[in-house]
């Protein structure tokens, strides 16, 4: 009885163990993936280009890029080439703020339209 206990003791270990692996292993996916530094663009030219986009109902619509020099909380600047997605086309406006995550890998995986009062003060600088 006492060797069965000790089984299946071990069985839960393992598989709790493996849980935790794998959860450990897709948050660190994620975050390599996914994060980056965020930055504040604020749209001064037209789009550099159109392009075609499939937006889930299987409608192709057009897509914008945009291409301009954005700023980190620091107000570090960094030149960062947006494209527009199915979720949000666009076109964006002059003027408009646009909070932009950049990840070194693979280049702008998130951005969202935002007001002037979310920009912190030192990307708002002019210099």
Known sequence: MKKYSL??????????????????????????????????????????????????VNITQNGYAYKEVAKDKYGNKKTIELKTVADDLGPFHKGQIIKVTYNQHFGVTNYKRIKSSQVPIRAKSND
Do not use: D, Q
């Not at 849980?19 to 292993?25: A, D, E, P, R, S």
């Open 7 to 56: 089984k299946k003791n071990w069985i839960e270990t393992t598989l709790i163990l493996l849980l935790l692996l794998v959860t450990g292993l897709s948050i660190g996916w994620h975050i390599y993936r996914y994060g980056g530094n965020s930055y504040y663009m604020t749209i001064n030219h037209n789009s550099i280009a159109s392009y075609p986009v499939t937006v889930p």
